[in-house]
């Protein structure tokens, strides 16, 4: 394997108190907040934002960071401050980007089961699309506009049926999937949707799968795009924006994912000469690499054949590893004196699978903390009480401070909304 010595978390360095995130040592993290906590760097989210905007300069495009990757009110904040777009998938998420500042005019509203009330809620707040997926949703976004009085924004996501070469819970392009439109039938209901009154013709969407390592499926995915839309187009159906989703992958271990402009260039150059303006949906590939998980070794245990470290952190903490047999990549804060030896890092819930990483080689002893990387996306956002345990806390690092933009949970605001028999 060739492992890259630099780490995936571009502002993540060896200082003298170990391991630090900008210029705050994540121990001093860890002794003020407690552990398992979340750790996000602005400056990295900063970053990856700029690469984006640098690989699309000259384009009219916007970029809508895909909420569901990682919600959290602080991080929202930080792409809305950015000038951001984002694409939503509930009514939740809406809340959330309102809650933090992001404009309603700038959101993409994706998914394949929008509830009437999540309609309504998006339609008032006057959402710029939503991207349906099914006939039956065009069927249910025109009686939700006509019964409120407004034209609804809307685009088809077709499903351009290539194979984006990733993880099958994580790719969403095939035909045979629940997502999008087929590409069949996308003509058929922009027709239908042109002669409604009730909703207004703003764009198409497509979006293939996620962690997408190869440009190629997406830019041939852009091709069959713009072959629909200049077919539209003859039929006097136009188009305000072309929506590319998201997916770009990210360097967990030893991946080598496309350059920013390597991704982007051959996207651009299948829509040359076209004048809509292009929306991205991209969520890992902003988020991913600019947060970890700080956890802290409970116990050491040894059996016959292999050395477990039992973390304060678990499954339900970042579903990834048991979820998807995800690697994330894991340094200990402090080099130790104890010697390295391959561990299992595993977390305290009661399941086998419940595991972070296997054979790591690490110094270890109880106490130390060890920073589990990448875990910026698909972390926090899919974590859960499993085995009554509140989730993590969040901190954001900007510079030399740590701000707490999420409290760790406490027991009782766990079982809070229960109750017992009278
Ligand atoms: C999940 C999702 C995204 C974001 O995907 P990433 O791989 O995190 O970039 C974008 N658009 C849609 C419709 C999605 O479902």
């Known amino acids: 394997m060739t492992r890259s010595s630099a780490f995936p978390v571009a502002t993540l360095t060896q200082g003298s108190s170990g391991l630090q995130?900008?210029?705050?040592?994540?121990?001093?993290?860890?002794?003020?907040f407690g552990t398992p906590t979340y750790v996000y760097s602005r400056a990295a989210l900063e970053m990856a934002w700029q690469n984006w905007a640098k690989a699309l300069v000259g384009r009219d495009t916007l970029v809508c960071y895909a909420v569901k990757a990682n919600s959290n009110l602080g991080i929202l904040n930080v792409f809305a401050r950015l000038g951001a777009g984002f694409d939503i998938v509930s009514g939740g998420e809406l809340s959330r980007v309102l809650a933090a500042g992001g404009a309603a005019d700038k959101v993409v509203f994706s998914g394949v089961g929008k509830s009437?009330?999540?309609?309504?809620?998006?339609?008032?707040?006057?959402?710029?699309c939503f991207n349906l997926e099914s006939p039956a949703e065009l069927d249910r976004i025109e009686s939700v506009a006509a019964e409120i009085g407004v034209r609804a924004p809307i685009a088809f996501r077709v499903n351009p049926d290539v194979d984006p070469k990733t993880h099958p819970y994580i790719s969403t392009g095939?035909?045979?999937?629940?997502?999008?439109?087929?590409?069949?039938?996308?003509?058929?209901?922009?027709?239908?949707?042109?002669?409604?009154?009730?909703?207004?013709?703003s764009g198409i969407a497509c979006h293939i799968g996620s962690q997408l390592?190869?440009?190629?499926?997406?830019?041939?995915?852009?091709?069959?795009?713009?072959?629909?839309?200049?077919?539209?187009?003859?039929?006097?159906?136009?188009?305000?924006?072309?929506d590319l989703g998201g997916g770009l992958g990210i360097r967990y271990d030893d991946e080598q994912p496309p350059g920013m402009s390597d991704y982007t260039a051959p996207l651009l150059?299948?829509?040359?000469?076209?004048?809509?303006?292009?929306?991205?949906?991209?969520?890992?590939?902003?988020?991913?690499?600019?947060?970890?998980?700080?956890?802290?070794?409970?116990?050491l245990k040894h059996s016959p054949t292999k050395n477990f470290a039992i973390v304060d952190a678990a499954m339900n903490d970042?579903?990834?590893?048991?979820?998807?047999?995800?690697?994330?990549?894991?340094?200990?804060?402090?080099?130790?004196?104890?010697?390295?030896?391959?561990?299992?890092?595993?977390?305290?819930?009661?399941?086998?699978?419940?595991?972070?990483g296997h054979d790591r080689q690490l110094a270890l002893a109880e106490g130390d903390?060890?920073?589990?990387?990448?875990?910026?996306?698909?972390?926090?956002?899919m974590s859960s009480?499993?085995?009554?345990?509140?989730?993590?806390?969040?901190?954001?690092?900007?510079?030399?401070?740590?701000?707490?933009?999420?409290?760790?949970?406490?027991?009782?605001?766990?079982?809070?909304?229960?109750?017992?028999l009278p």
Do not use: W
């Open 21 to 32: 995130l900008e210029a705050v040592a994540l121990a001093d993290i860890a002794a003020r």
């Open 116 to 128: 009437r009330a999540e309609m309504q809620q998006a339609l008032r707040a006057g959402v710029r």
């Open 174 to 201: 095939l035909r045979d999937n629940k997502f999008g439109v087929a590409f069949d039938e996308a003509l058929a209901l922009y027709r239908k949707a042109a002669a409604s009154r009730h909703v207004k013709i």
């Open 213 to 242: 390592l190869d440009p190629a499926p997406m830019a041939e995915a852009a091709a069959k795009i713009r072959g629909l839309v200049e077919k539209l187009e003859s039929e006097g159906i136009t188009l305000e924006h072309i």
């Open 269 to 299: 150059a299948a829509m040359e000469g076209r004048k809509e303006q292009l929306c991205f949906e991209p969520g890992r590939s902003l988020v991913g690499n600019a947060g970890l998980l700080l956890t802290q070794v409970e116990y």
């Open 318 to 356: 970042l579903a990834r590893p048991a979820l998807y047999n995800a690697y994330h990549e894991m340094v200990a804060v402090k080099p130790g004196t104890a010697t390295a030896q391959s561990y299992e890092i595993v977390g305290p819930i009661c399941e086998s699978g419940d595991f972070l």
């Open 369 to 381: 903390l060890i920073a589990i990387l990448s875990a910026g996306a698909y972390g926090m956002a």
């Open 385 to 420: 009480n499993y085995n009554t345990r509140g989730r993590c806390a969040e901190v954001m690092v900007d510079g030399d401070k740590m701000h707490l933009v999420r409290q760790r949970e406490s027991i009782e605001s766990l079982y809070a909304l229960e109750s017992v």
